[in-house]
């Protein structure tokens, strides 16, 4: 079967109504999509109040219109990398280059965190809008502007699902309402990062066990589903140990001054 055939098939089975059926009654499915949705949250949350800078020039009434656009945007990204990438993911070299940039996200996150680099090269994107502005006017240069951030954005997120699971529906369903809830609840994820600001370090954690999840497949290794979640559970748990360990720690320190 040729490629092409091959994407063709992905792309078919987003009409079955069989594989809807199986995904929304099992519950394993529900809890990749759930895991697949807080991944994206974590990671995402700032993201949504980049894009909100980038519409702020526009007058009210055209900011939610720019963002909708952008929304839409990014979901016809993500039905096209997952139609693509669902045949690409089977390909042994496309798992080890796809776990080795994961790995490298999460290792460069932490080499950062240790140099205490605070870059904020995510508004980068906002120094072209003046170019996309002469070239699409402003409203549409602006569309135009936060359809490519959304891209960016989305690149990350559609790889790490993939080193969760394979499963068209699953991809499809964590992407979209991971990306609804990226922007609904934006604040939400800010703020509980904001309080619990391990939890960030956590999402990278989850990034690179994701890697050698996906790493582990070309060996023909498969972590089971319940391993998995086991493994997001003990994370989490060791996630808020940490931080009332840290808050008693501060405690202490106040106190002793």
Not at 54 to 81: D, S, T
Not at 216 to 225: A, R
Request: charged share 20%; aromatic share 14%.
């Amino acid at each position: 079967m040729s490629v092409f055939q091959h994407i063709l098939e992905t792309y078919s089975q987003f009409f079955n109504w069989e594989m809807w059926g199986e995904v929304l009654s099992d519950p394993v499915s529900w809890g990749l999509i759930g895991t697949l949705i807080i991944l994206e949250g974590l990671l995402s949350a700032d993201n949504a109040l980049v894009l909100a800078v980038m519409v702020k020039h526009l007058p009210p009434e055209k900011r939610k219109k720019a963002l909708f656009y952008g929304l839409l945007g990014a979901y016809a990204f993500r039905f096209i990398a997952i139609g693509i990438g669902v045949y690409l993911i089977k390909l042994w070299w496309v798992k080890v280059l796809g776990a080795g940039y994961l790995a490298w996200l999460s290792i460069k996150y932490f080499i950062d965190k240790r140099k205490g680099s605070e870059e904020e090269e995510q508004t980068e994107g906002i120094n072209q809008k003046g170019l996309l502005m002469r070239l699409f006017g402003t409203f549409w240069g602006t569309v135009v502007a936060v359809e490519l951030m959304d891209i960016a954005f989305s690149v990350d997120s559609v790889l790490a699902a993939f080193g969760v699971s394979e499963k068209v529906w699953v991809l499809f369903l964590g992407g979209i309402l991971g990306v609804l809830m990226m922007r609904g609840v934006a604040g939400v994820f800010l703020t509980l990062i904001d309080r619990v600001p391990e939890l960030e370090t956590t999402a990278y954690i989850l990034i690179l066990i994701i890697a050698i999840k996906m790493l582990l497949t070309v060996f023909h290794i498969e972590m089971s589903h319940i391993t998995f979640f086991i493994i997001l559970l003990l994370t989490f748990g060791a996630t808020f140990i940490v931080h009332f360990q840290n808050k008693k720690k501060e405690g202490s320190r106040e106190n002793n001054s």
